[in-house]
């Protein structure tokens, strides 16, 4: 019954930037970490980021450390994506997922949103 919806996605010049979010409902939202995860046409799944469920803890792959961050309000029941400078390369579909704690596998990960899409484009 856990329900996650993203937005924010869209179209963005090179060294643009975007905030995608995550809301959710269903559940307590601050017992469960959120995970970001992309996926662009003919590549895998890969993950991106991941908050635990406090916030206290976050994670970030290699491709966009330095210039994504995560973050989360639980008052909102919302987590935060902020990309900066963001490349050609990051242009994917954005999915957000939950689970009682953060992981770099998606089948760990039982709720998943719908996506945003982000095209990086000049």
């Known amino acids: 019954q856990l329900q996650l919806v993203e937005s924010g996605g869209g179209l963005v010049q090179p060294g643009g930037s975007l905030r995608l979010s995550c809301a959710a409902s269903?559940?307590?939202?601050?017992?469960?970490?959120i995970a970001w995860f992309r996926q662009a046409p003919g590549k895998e799944r890969e993950g991106v980021s991941c908050?635990?469920?406090?916030?206290?803890?976050?994670h970030y792959a290699d491709s966009v450390k330095g210039r994504f961050t995560i973050s989360r309000d639980n008052a909102k029941n919302t987590v935060y994506l902020q990309m900066n400078s963001l490349k050609l390369e990051d242009t994917a579909v954005y999915y957000c997922?939950?689970?009682?704690?953060?992981?770099?596998?998606?089948?760990?990960?039982?709720?998943w949103g719908q996506g945003t899409q982000v095209t990086v484009s000049s």
């Open positions: 269903g559940f307590i939202a601050d017992v469960y970490a």
């Open positions: 997922a939950a689970d009682p704690v953060c992981s770099w596998y998606g089948r760990y990960f039982r709720s």
């Open positions: 908050i635990s469920s406090s916030g206290g803890s976050t």
